[in-house]
């Protein structure tokens, strides 16, 4: 159990990072690469991508802080 747990752990770690790094910053960081933080693109104005890219990462965040609870608790 504890090994498939930490398989999900590492998947949730590589997500939560990439998903982190989608984000726009000051330097647009990232994020300009896929035309997340601009205004252009074929999103138009990108506040709906840059909503449900908030939305996956606090989702990712909190499934990767109960992982880590869950996993704690086996050991």
Known sequence: MSTILGVIQVFICVVLVFLIL??????????????VGTGAGPFGG???VERNLNRWTIGFALAFVLNTIILIKIS
């Open 46 to 48: 990108g506040s709906l």
């Open 22 to 35: 989608m984000h726009s910053g000051k330097d647009s960081g990232l994020s300009g690469a896929f035309g």
